[in-house]
């Protein structure tokens, strides 16, 4: 084996392991759907939306990334410890 594919290998390895470590959990899913629709609409914030929003969502996890869902419709993702929230869109 090549030096090249050595560290090839170590890299997609360590960056495995990263993933896997930095995954983030579901109150970290959570916590960032109440965060992002309080942003989003003050009003829902206020409403506790977000909340209910979080509070019904099913948390999915592939061990490197996950993800939440509410009612079939993917609400957040993430990896690497960054949670990303899905923009609604306006006609659903």
Known sequence: MSKKSLVFITIVAVLLALAVLLNPSPERHRSKIKEVIAERTPIAGALGLGALTAFTSTYHSW???????????????GAFGIVYVMQSSPDK
């Not at 061990?63 to 993702?77: H, M, P, Q």
């Open 63 to 77: 061990s490197v990334a996950s993800f939440t869902t509410v009612n079939d419709r993917t609400v957040s993702v």
